[in-house]
């Protein structure tokens, strides 16, 4: 017996904890760390060259303090002399190292620039796809508010370090690697204060590092909070107004701007003592270089020249460090960013292609369920052992109280779940072992909701068949019943239905929904609830449809309307996960029980 077990989605965890221990960040890095080298991969001559030509802009610029201290110690007494070459010529030089530095800068900004927009591209494509890839299970426990915020936030605060910032880091801390190896190749004493001072940086850097990015994670974590509040009340705006819940939802969105207000705040207090820190630890190590290169210069140990060149390097030195503070903060969101974009792309789908997929280009939709047992990830089992025939071309209505498996059901034919053990089959093929694209032609499903995308109501019949022609989709308008108010809609069939279909009505995006299942042409048809959202004229213009619908195919019907199901062969009456009925709407309502006393309570509902 073949099972699977469900997945927790790893990325919702990684949402939810902040406090990570230290054997989760390090998977976390580790799993950046591989999304950055396969999005930088394709782009590695590029990115090299950025590199060469950032190394040659730093190195030129590092030069000049060496040619200052050239000029004072050899040029001058040369020109003195009557001699201006080692003037003239370490001043050539000088331009020359200003030239290359400005044109190498230039370069490296353009090109980094290139590699930037092309990572962002890479990688918001690639997001896209990882959401449309993902199973339903995925779906429904990652908010829809997250997902937003992978592509919004997340993404921008990407692209903030990618424009600006990884070139600002990179060449600073270039540059003071030349300005420290200049020093001590200069005069090793005068580095030697200078290494002095870099261990009270460091330091000082090592904890801001590690508060600042315990505090850009949380940070990211409670933009992602805002994102997901905002998104669910406004996707949910009509029950808002029509239960008052502007003011509670004013409190509640209050509290998330603070927290986020609140993070950020704790965040630029820390700017607020690492930056002072950074400028005071630089001026102390400036003013002890001058006070002993001064006693040197006067003692004779050390050249004028030299101790300019000596200052110079070593106020140089401390400059790149606030830049790169700056810049800091933007790698630390950043980062905090991309562990969130390479757990959401690592996810894997719980319903999976099988490795050698079986063809299935025909299929006659008979169906069988062999011992299925089937939970939601951890919750309570909902089929415990379903056992079921349907046999191609018939017609099943599934009924029964709210919970009792018959969504399920159509959600593992469909195959938006895979079932926890036993099996389930298409014309004897475990749904399992068919290929996706063969499944996805042979059933279809039609909710309650009609979904209709922004477009023209064409766009929206052929999205099973673009490639349909224009005869073959007013053809499927024509066989639900959908084609004249189509006619009578301002562009006829070129009309913009509007954000989710609002421009028609409830019953005419069903005929919309049922003439695009039509043209799809599928072995087996699922109706979950499609008539539930209708009113009588509605439901009685859509029940027309439905005779069309479902000729020759196999259909499983979900209703609570009894209406919709007397155009079943056979209804199945389901109670916690099993058929507890079964038999034609005719032999039941003749009968003694559920479904008899169901049919009694909405005949009575309609006197």
Do not use: C
């Not at 509040?229 to 969105?253: C, K, L, P, S």
């Not at 006829?492 to 019953?507: A, E, P």
């Amino acid at each position: 017996m073949r099972t699977t077990t469900p997945v927790t989605p790893r990325g919702v965890q990684d949402e939810e904890n902040s406090n990570l221990d230290r054997a989760d960040s390090r998977f976390i890095r580790r799993r950046s760390l591989r999304l950055l080298g396969s999005l930088l991969r394709p782009l590695r001559t590029l990115f090299i060259l950025t590199v060469a030509l950032v190394v040659a802009a730093q190195a030129a610029r590092a030069a000049g303090p060496a040619l200052i201290a050239h000029a004072i110690d050899v040029g001058l007494p040369a020109a003195q002399d009557g001699t201006w070459v080692p003037t003239v010529v370490t001043g050539g030089i000088y331009v020359l190292a200003a030239l290359v530095s400005g044109a190498a800068t230039a370069g490296y900004v353009r090109l980094a620039a290139r590699v930037a927009q092309a990572i962002l591209l890479d990688l918001r494509q690639r997001v896209f796809r990882q959401t449309q890839r993902l199973s339903l299970e995925f779906h429904e426990s990652y908010t829809s508010g997250r997902i937003i915020s992978r592509q919004t936030a997340d993404l921008d605060a990407l692209k903030e370090l990618l424009d600006s910032g990884i070139t600002q880091l990179a060449a600073g801390f270039l540059y003071m690697t030349f300005v420290g190896i200049s020093l001590f190749l200069m005069d090793w004493q005068a580095g030697l204060v200078l290494l002095v001072a870099v261990i009270p940086v460091a330091l000082i850097t090592r904890w801001f590092q590690k508060r600042s990015q315990v505090l850009y994670r949380i940070s990211r974590v409670a933009s992602a909070r805002l994102i997901v509040n905002f998104v669910e009340t406004m996707n949910g705006i009509r029950a808002v107004h029509a239960f008052r819940r502007e003011d509670a939802n004013n409190v509640t969105y209050s509290g998330l701007t603070e927290e986020y207000r609140h993070n950020n705040a704790r965040t630029m207090g820390l700017n607020g003592i690492y930056d002072p820190a950074l400028q005071l630890t630089g001026n102390v190590t400036v003013a002890v270089a001058m006070a002993i290169g001064a006693f040197r210069v006067l003692d004779g140990q050390l050249e004028v020249g030299v101790l300019v060149a000596t200052l110079l390097y070593t106020k140089r030195f401390f400059q790149p460090v606030g830049q790169m503070a700056m810049f800091y903060n933007s790698f630390q969101s950043a980062a905090a960013a991309l562990e969130k974009i390479s757990g959401l792309l690592e996810e894997v789908p719980t319903v999976r292609q099988a490795e050698r997929p079986v063809a299935l280009p025909t299929a006659s939709g008979h169906l069988r369920f062999e011992g299925v047992r089937f939970g939601y990830g951890s919750d309570a089992v909902v089929l415990p052992n379903l056992n079921l025939d349907v046999p191609g071309g018939q017609t099943i209505a599934l009924v029964g109280q709210t919970g009792a498996g018959k969504s399920t059901v159509a959600k593992l034919v469909a195959r938006f779940y895979d079932v926890t053990a036993g099996r389930l089959t298409l014309d004897g093929v475990d749904l399992r072992e068919i290929s996706m694209k063969d499944l996805r032609r042979a059933v279809v499903m039609v909710t309650q909701e009609a979904y209709l995308f922004s477009g023209t109501v064409r766009d929206n019949i052929a999205l099973a068949r673009p490639d349909a022609t224009d005869e073959e989709i007013e053809a499927a308008a024509r066989a639900v019943g959908a084609h004249e108010f189509i006619l009578d809609l301002p562009e006829g069939y070129d009309t913009d239905v509007n954000k989710r279909g609002g421009r028609v009505s409830s019953g005419q995006r069903q005929l919309i929904s049922f003439a695009r299942a039509f043209l799809a042409d599928p072995a087996v048809l699922i109706l979950d609830e499609a008539t539930s959202s209708l009113d009588i004229p509605g439901e009685r213009l859509v029940q027309r449809g439905l005779q069309t619908l479902l000729a020759d195919r196999t259909a499983l019907i979900i209703a609570h309307r009894l209406s919709t199901v007397a155009v079943a062969d056979r209804v199945l009456v389901m109670s916690e996960g099993e058929v507890v009925e079964d038999g034609s709407p005719e032999e039941l309502i003749g009968g003694t029980g559920r479904f008899a006393a169901l049919h009694k309570a909405w005949q009575d509902s309609l006197v």
